[in-house]
T-cell receptor
Framework: AQSVTQLGSHVSVSEGALVLLRCNYS??????LFWYVQYPNQGLQLLLK??????LVKGINGFEAEFKKSETSFHLTKPSAHMSDAAEYFC????????????FGRGTQLTVWP | DVKVTQSSRYLVKRTGEKVFLECVQD?????MFWYRQDPGLGLRLIYF???????EKGDIPEGYSVSREKKERFSLILESASTNQTSMYLC?????????????FGNGTRLTVT
């Protein structure tokens, strides 16, 4: 079975500080992993994805994530936070018998202080 | 760009009413999904569909039904709306090779049942 745990429902950082959003997954098959971002009153947008190959994945807006199989983790990072990064972030895993379906974590709300 | 359009951004309905939420995608995607989003609970899958006239239950199908008469349109139906169905509803679509082109979301419909 597939599942995702996002540690920390709220994360606050200062502008210019490192952003680290944690995601651990459980999967009975080799996982495909995704990070989505949701700005207020909008749907979700894909930030980045891991399918196969390089374990360090770069996405949009300067975000990146590293797939660590031994730790079953896919943490999202950005070296320097910007005010525009304030949003809710969702980690998701796919795979298993139901192709195309994503299992989402509960989300992490990122606040960026000036 | 893929566009997923949900017909209403905000809806207010009364308890017991039959409610239709409409979703249309313009990229000929095979897969379509309805998620419900509640604070602290993330996204939970209600129903999904892999093809016209096909539907599969997700994690929380009780009180909902769906219809997919055309490939581009996926409707969510609340047979008799209740206050506990007040929520944000997100429609999404993906092609068969979802791992290369994962879920594309609409902007959501915020439903209030009074």
């Amino acid at each position: 079975a597939q599942s995702v745990t996002q540690l920390g429902s709220h994360v606050s950082v200062s502008e210019g500080a490192l952003v680290l959003l944690r995601c651990n997954y459980s999967s009975s098959v080799p996982p495909y992993l995704f990070w989505y971002v949701q700005y207020p009153n909008q749907g979700l947008q894909l930030l980045l994805k891991y399918t196969t190959g390089a374990t360090l994945v770069k996405g949009i807006n300067g975000f990146e994530a590293e797939f660590k199989k031994s730790e079953t983790s896919f943490h999202l990072t950005k070296p320097s936070a910007h005010m525009s990064d304030a949003a809710e972030y969702f980690c998701a895993v796919s795979g298993g018998s139901t192709l195309g379906r994503l299992y989402f974590g509960r989300g992490t709300q990122l606040t960026v202080w000036p | 760009d893929v566009k997923v359009t949900q017909s209403s951004r905000y809806l207010v309905k009364r308890t017991g009413e039959k409610v239709f939420l409409e979703c249309v995608q313009d990229m000929d995607h095979e897969n379509m999904f309805w998620y419900r989003q509640d604070p602290g609970l993330g996204l939970r899958l209600i129903y999904f569909s892999y093809d016209v006239k096909m539907k599969e239950k997700g994690d929380i199908p009780e009180g909902y039904s769906v219809s997919r008469e055309k490939k581009e349109r996926f409707s969510l139906i609340l047979e008799s709306a209740s206050t506990n169905q007040t929520s944000m509803y997100l429609c999404a679509s993906s092609p068969t090779d979802y791992y290369n082109s994962p879920l594309h979301f609409g902007n959501g419909t915020r439903l209030t049942v009074t």
